[in-house]
């Protein structure tokens, strides 16, 4: 960041930045980067896609699950989907939307997909890239936010050399400090200056165990970044974790469903179907929107508003999910993820 020495006033750039910061909250709009880390099942997404601003999902799989006009992302996890992408990969081109493909899952964690750069650079000149062919968008492995991450990142891209089509770079972030989210996003774009996909965020850290966010903590940093991401231009997508029941040994408040599979207010938030008002006093927490020491004013709380006008939204109504009890079935990944982070159920 770079600061404007002080001039004597003249109201022309100021004119200039309030009509773009109009233009931003045009854009804000109408966005559709909002997208699902999905781990539901098939009945609980229509509650998702009430407001009209999901446009995308994706579940850590090549195979979509969820029978809906959304973009479906494929992804090849690792090593070990290799063989189901093939099968199907070109099924699912031909039957589903899909503008761009996904690569390896965290390849720096030894529990994840596990790949040296090189390895992963081979398995994706072999698999990813010739669906370039086909005018798909193709984004890179995704590494965790350790500090192992960007590098990664950058010996993937010098093993590949000229022989990969990276359009996007994709990311993880898990943090309680929203600032620090935004000034990671900020260094990875420098440092590879292409449009970044964040495809796991939430307020959760897994440095610190007694760091563990309130529900309004968490809903005040998922007000700060996701204003972040809509307004940089070049974030393309995003996917907060996650859309599913249960998080598994994460903090269960970053969930966007309740344990009964309906979506809960930091759902509703995200999916735009309400605003979170942070309260205006100076001495409370709109002091800190993008710090940290969220809630900790003993002051006001903030509030969720619901949008009268979305389905759903409106206490006892809420959309119905059929067929009853909700599977609690582990995916193979989340498994992976739990085995990563230590956690036990
Ligand atoms: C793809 O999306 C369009 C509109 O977004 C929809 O009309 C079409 O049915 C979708 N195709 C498939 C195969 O889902
Ligand atoms: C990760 O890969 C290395 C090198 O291939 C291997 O030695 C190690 O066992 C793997 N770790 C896990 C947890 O699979
Ligand atoms: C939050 O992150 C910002 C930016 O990285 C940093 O300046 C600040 O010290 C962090 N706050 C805490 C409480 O760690
Ligand atoms: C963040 O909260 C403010 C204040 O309630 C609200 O106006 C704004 O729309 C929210 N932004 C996002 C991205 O949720
Ligand atoms: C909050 O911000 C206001 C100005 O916007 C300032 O006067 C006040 O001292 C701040 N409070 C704290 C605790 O930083
Ligand atoms: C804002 O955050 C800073 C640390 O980041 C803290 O010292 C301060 O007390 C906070 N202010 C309020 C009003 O919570
Ligand atoms: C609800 O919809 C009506 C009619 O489209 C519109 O006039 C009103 O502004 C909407 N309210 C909100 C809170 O969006």
Excluded at 109 to 114: I, K, R, V
Excluded at 154 to 163: R, T, V
Aim: charged share 15%; aromatic share 10%.
């Amino acid at each position: 960041m770079t600061t404007r020495p002080a001039t004597t006033f003249s109201p022309l750039p100021y004119t200039l930045v309030l009509l773009a910061l109009y233009g931003l909250a045009e854009a804000v709009d109408v966005s559709n980067k909002v997208g699902l880390a999905w781990g539901g099942s098939p009945d609980q997404v229509s509650q998702f896609l009430q407001t009209g601003r999901v446009s995308w999902y994706y579940h850590w799989s090549e195979t979509p699950d969820i029978d809906q006009n959304i973009d479906f992302a494929p992804m090849l996890w690792g090593e070990r989907d290799v063989e189901g992408w093939q099968e199907t990969i070109g099924d699912t081109l031909d039957t589903t939307n899909v503008s761009t493909l996904l690569g390896m899952n965290e390849p720096n964690l030894p529990a994840q997909s596990n790949l040296t750069a090189q390895e992963a650079a081979d398995l994706w000149k072999q698999h990813i890239q010739p669906y370039k062919a086909r005018g798909l968008r193709l984004a890179s492995p995704v590494p965790t936010n350790a500090p192992s991450g960007p590098i990664w990142l950058q010996d993937f891209l010098n093993a590949c050399g000229s022989e990969c089509t990276v359009d996007v770079i994709a990311l993880h972030y898990y943090g309680t400090n929203a600032s620090a989210l935004i000034d990671y996003v900020n260094h990875v774009h420098d440092m590879f200056q292409r449009p970044i996909w964040l495809t796991e965020f939430a307020c959760q850290s897994f440095v610190d165990e007694n760091d563990v966010a309130s529900a309004e903590e968490i809903s005040l940093f998922m007000n700060t970044t996701v204003s972040f991401l809509e307004s940089t231009d070049w974030v393309e997508r995003y996917s907060w974790f996650g859309a599913m029941t249960k998080l598994h040994g994460m903090n269960p408040l970053n969930a966007l469903m309740n344990e009964d599979g309906h979506i809960n207010t930091l759902g509703l938030q995200y999916i735009g179907a309400g605003s979170f008002v942070v309260p205006s006093t100076d001495d409370d927490a709109g002091n800190n929107t993008t710090g940290t020491a969220l809630g900790q004013n003993g002051g006001a709380t903030p509030t969720f508003v619901p949008d009268p006008n979305a389905t759903g939204v409106s206490g006892d109504s809420w959309p119905s999910i059929g067929g009853g009890a909700t599977s609690l079935a582990v995916p193979s990944w989340l498994w992976i993820l739990i085995a990563a982070f230590g956690f036990a159920l």
